[in-house]
């Protein structure tokens, strides 16, 4: 029986932490679902890489507390993200919008990977190169090391 309180404790601790408030609860299920969805999208400022809906930093209790006032206030889901970068800048949004001023970072990571591909597929071929041009007592050498 204990390796069953184990287990469920394990489960328990294992499962994400939610910060929201039972206080923060909007009695709207509808609007208590909106705002979830939008704090999942926004970064603590405070936290490291972590949205406000599973951070319990003050800021990010604000955070979420001010986007419940402005679905309340009847603003749209979008209304409320880019008040929330007008006030805090882009840095506020988990996954940044693709910018003149992001591009580099949306393309960045495919054309490295792209070059990294390309230069080990030049390496392997000038190798085979190398090993197909050996003479027979070139190769009875090499053979020799190895």
Known sequence: MSWLRALLLALCLAAPAMAVGPDEVLPDPVLEQRARDISAGLRCLVCQNQSIDDSDADLAKDLRVLVRERLLAGDSDEAVRQYLVDRYGEYVLLNPR???????????????????????????????????GLSAEEQAALDELK
């Open 98 to 132: 693709v910018n003149n001023h992001t591009i580099l970072l949306w393309i960045a990571a495919p054309v490295l990977l792209i070059g990294g591909l390309g230069t080990l597929w030049l390496a392997g071929r000038r190798r085979r190169v190398v090993d197909a």
